[in-house]
């Protein structure tokens, strides 16, 4: 079995702590065998020698909230309907998405978790075409970040649903209504082995124009079905929530992850509830401050760049309270606006708008980002973990947005083989 040691840089862990000075990392196949300093570990004679002096070592990145089989055209209004996968096929955006992932990977991204794919299509929201994806990813079809597939609950009337007029909707699958239909819906979900359920359902935005709190489309004991009926195998649930009833429904029915969650600051005691019992909070909130999106958004679609603009106050105080109060932070984008930074923008915007350090911005998308996946091989540099790191030049833990510029991310290693450098690709 080959075995890499890459020497002399300096380690980011991806645990928060301190960074060790002139370090090592063994790779013994496809597994971290040790990582610490450098007197401490020697690798065998005939090892591969990385050079890191003078750069960072540090984990893949994982992007938690992504949506890289959607297309959304910025220069139509109503800029988040699924345009090119409604008129054409659905299965342009999977493939679409193989393109979107990619890119990811040469971005440092290695792994990345999928709440939905495109319209909303009976396979695509059962998971079937996100586990496609997935198990192509693992059997080598290509160089891409690993896919954490979700698949979607959704009431009649949810947030999916009012993105396509119903009568292009694929029939069968406009909505679960009551516990017995959501339960029956996550178990479809669970059939084709999607890796997490999401609920697209407890809060949703406003049907009409105005002030006030998102709509609740589902009930408390239609929330506590999913979640009991994921539970019962293992799977871990996110709930699409931001305010109103369904935000209080998600927390107490034991969601494992609140998506976006934008008005749990109005909540202490739901707060309080996370930090007790490790729920975490996505809260996708980079978009929100990107100048380049808002005003790409301004030229298409003035009134969602407005909405985004107004929105920027709720979103900080909310990052600041729960980040303040301890609730764990993972990382995510809910991007699909591919000319933009993405994830590494994202970590710049929780140092600069959310009150983080730079590091701890980084174990939001490293260890914090593992938790939310639910995955425990990745997220940390430790033996016995995936061997997916960075080389880097310039310090993230100092500069986090070093890691906006693919040309600095100087090797992307997946599973113990480099596939990026410099923001190119490496085919096998």
């Not at 009012?162 to 009551?178: M, S």
């Not at 004991?221 to 999913?226: I, L, R, T």
Request: charged share 25%; net charge negative; hydrophobic share 40%.
């Amino acid at each position: 079995m080959s075995v890499k040691v890459i020497l002399g840089g300096r380690l980011i862990d991806g645990k928060g702590g301190e960074p060790v000075e002139n370090s090592a990392v063994m790779i013994e196949g496809k597994l971290i065998k040790a990582a610490g300093g450098r007197r401490i570990i020697r690798g065998p004679s005939d090892a591969e020698v990385i050079d890191a002096d003078g750069r960072i070592v540090m984990p893949g990145l994982i992007e938690s909230h992504n949506h890289p089989l959607g297309e959304r055209d910025l220069s139509d209004p109503g800029f988040k309907k699924y345009y090119d996968n409604l008129v054409t096929s659905p299965a342009l955006g999977l493939l679409k998405g193989v393109q979107v992932i990619q890119r990811m990977l040469t971005q440092g991204i290695t792994t990345v978790r999928i709440p939905h794919p495109t319209i909303p299509n009976a396979p695509e929201l059962r998971g079937e075409w996100l586990v496609a994806l997935r198990t192509a990813v693992e059997r080598g079809y290509f160089p891409a970040p690993r896919v954490v597939a979700g698949g979607c609950v959704l009431p009649t009337g949810g947030h999916l649903n009012a993105l396509a007029p119903p009568l292009v909707q694929n029939q069968g699958w406009r909505g679960a209504d009551g516990p017995w239909e959501v339960r029956k819906q996550t178990r479809e979900c669970l059939t084709y082995e999607v890796d997490f359920i999401k609920l697209i359902g407890p809060g949703h935005k406003r049907y009409r124009k105005g002030v006030g709190p998102e709509h609740t489309c589902m009930t408390r004991e239609e929330v506590e079905a999913a979640v009991e009926e994921a539970h019962w195998r293992g799977v871990p649930v996110a709930a699409h929530v931001k305010n109103g009833p369904g935000l209080r429904f998600a927390v107490e029915s034991g969601v494992d992850t609140i998506e976006h969650g934008t008005h749990l600051f109005e909540h202490p005691d739901l707060v309080a509830r996370m930090v007790r019992s490790g729920q975490m909070l996505v809260p996708t909130m980079g978009m929100f401050f990107n100048p380049r999106l808002i005003g790409e958004l301004e030229r298409g679609d003035p009134a969602a760049a407005k909405g985004f603009v107004a929105e920027q106050e709720v979103v900080r105080r909310n990052f600041r309270a729960c980040h303040e109060a301890g609730v764990k932070i993972a990382a995510g984008t809910d991007n699909t606006y591919w000319e933009v930074p993405g994830l590494a923008w994202e970590l710049q915007v929780y140092v600069d708008e959310g009150g983080m350090t730079p590091m701890e911005a980084i174990v939001s998308a490293t260890r914090t980002g593992a938790e939310a996946c639910a995955l425990d091989s990745v997220g940390t540099l430790e033996a016995g973990r995936s061997a997916d790191l960075l080389v880097v030049e310039g310090d993230p833990s100092e500069d986090v947005s070093v890691l906006q510029d693919a040309g600095k991310i100087e090797a992307v290693f997946k599973e113990g083989r480099l596939v990026a450098r410099k923001g190119t690709l490496i085919y096998p």
